[in-house]
């Protein structure tokens, strides 16, 4: 179990240095906040080898609607991957686990027991607290504590946001606490409604054309709009007791949507539904899947913690490799990154290495690929080339930050030209001097 987050009151910037913006006026109690903990660059650390010789492209500066940046978790974005010069926390917090959502320029972010929207700059839009607002999923009475177990999924076209919840349990009986999806207002964070989807925690959601498709402990679930359950499968809980893995850490676990199916973990299984229906079209065994699958150009990809496997749309088997890996796999143009105590680029055809990079931590912090580098976070965030051709000597690091904390349990976002990431102290932005 993870240790108790403190109090957002208790919670204190660890970084010093004036705000992004100075020149805003009427400060919000995020901007204030973000400005008494933004640092400078010269905290950060590691240039490449030929530092400044080629142009780097800038951060990609659009959106981040859902977890793995598309409905298929490929964990890809556009743009580069530029050496950050200064650092600001946006959102104090403890102990969070979950990575953001970003659309036209505002940040969605959950942690405990509250849901915040504030700029990349720290101006705060608004915030919703949980612990007295959320409705009974089982009843129209106002119901208990709710606590954010998954990374958020964003509905632009509807304008809200799908928060995977868990309610405290009522009683010492033997009911277990209520798995839910709550769904937020983008505007002001007013809360629309809760939609039971199991028991226990919520994982991950994943919106598609306005369908919510929920991974909860005990099913996985494909919602319309308006809440009205589409269909409803039962799967086992993420829990291997035998490898010292709960589910605390497992709030990334966004069911992959295609066309053609809907990719889910099970208790050591990858698992394809009908989209249609929910009925299991095929099961292919996995050591302790742990992570959200991963659809590349051949098939999907899932990884666990004993094996990572690779199939196409039948599910017959491309390839399997053994890289204790809790995190789940990004892909692009032939390419599988998975992330354990190194960091690995597959070919996605053969699963053969075509390099590797070491990693000073494990856990279940995706890598992300952009167009010349992939972002790892891990102790801080390391920026690795993709591509050395040409170098005098096979440095991947293109650049790392050393100095700031980051857990190795949420993925990195890029969007809004930053990288967000999360760490003991809260939600982090790093920004590159040419992002302005």
């Not at 949980?130 to 119901?143: H, K, N, R």
């Not at 912090?365 to 690795?384: H, I, K, M, N, Y």
């Not at 051709?389 to 293109?398: E, L, N, Q, S």
């Amino acid at each position: 179990m993870s240790p108790a987050p403190p109090s957002r009151g208790s919670d204190q910037p660890r970084f010093h240095s004036p705000s992004f913006d100075s020149a805003r006026s009427s400060p919000s109690r995020r901007a204030f906040l973000a400005a008494s903990g933004t640092a400078v660059a010269s905290t950060l650390a590691g240039c490449s080898l030929l530092g400044g010789r080629a142009e780097i492209a800038a951060f990609h500066d659009g959106d981040w609607l859902t977890y793995g940046n598309s409905p298929g978790n490929t964990n890809r974005v556009a743009g580069g991957a530029p050496e950050p010069d200064d650092h600001g926390i946006l959102i104090p917090a403890g102990w969070s686990y979950a990575p953001p959502v970003v659309h036209e320029g505002v940040v969605y972010f959950g942690t405990d027991r509250e849901v915040l929207a504030v700029t990349p700059d720290g101006d705060e839009r608004w915030s919703r607290r949980l612990d007295s607002e959320v409705p009974d999923p089982d009843s129209e009475a106002s119901g208990p504590d709710a606590e954010v177990t998954g990374a958020p999924a964003l509905d632009p076209d509807r304008e809200r946001l799908y928060v995977p919840t868990q309610a405290a349990r009522q009683s010492s009986g033997p009911d277990p606490s209520p798995a839910a999806v709550t769904v937020l207002s983008l505007d002001d964070g007013g809360i629309l409604d809760v939609h039971r989807v199991g028991d226990d925690r919520t994982y991950g959601a994943t919106v598609v054309d306005g369908d919510v498709y929920v991974r909860s402990a005990t099913a996985c679930v494909r919602l319309a709009p308006d809440g009205t359950e589409r269909w409803h499968r039962s799967l086992e809980p993420l829990v291997y007791d035998e490898y010292n893995l709960g589910d605390s850490t497992a709030t990334q676990v966004a069911p992959a949507v295609t066309g053609e199916g809907v990719y889910v973990p099970d208790r050591d299984a990858l698992v394809k539904l009908d989209p249609g229906s929910g009925e299991e079209r095929w099961r292919v065994p996995v050591d302790t899947p742990y992570a959200a699958p991963v659809v590349d150009d051949e098939g999907v990809v899932q990884t666990g913690w004993q094996g990572t496997v690779a199939v196409d749309r039948a599910g017959e088997i491309r390839w399997r490799r053994d890289l204790h890996s809790r995190a789940a796999a990004a892909a692009d143009d032939g390419d599988v990154y998975v992330a354990g105590n190194d960091l690995h680029e597959l070919d996605a055809g053969t699963g053969e290495t075509n390099w590797r990079a070491h990693l000073p931590s494990e856990g279940t912090a995706a890598p992300v690929v952009t167009d010349e580098s992939v972002l790892a976070a891990t102790g801080g965030v390391r920026a690795f080339r993709r591509d050395v051709d040409g170098f005098p000597t096979p440095d991947r690091v293109r650049w790392r930050t050393s100095s700031v904390p980051v857990t190795a349990f949420s993925s990195p976002v890029v969007a809004a030209g930053r990288v967000f990431v999360v760490g003991p102290a809260g939600l982090l932005a790093l920004r590159a001097e040419a992002d302005g």
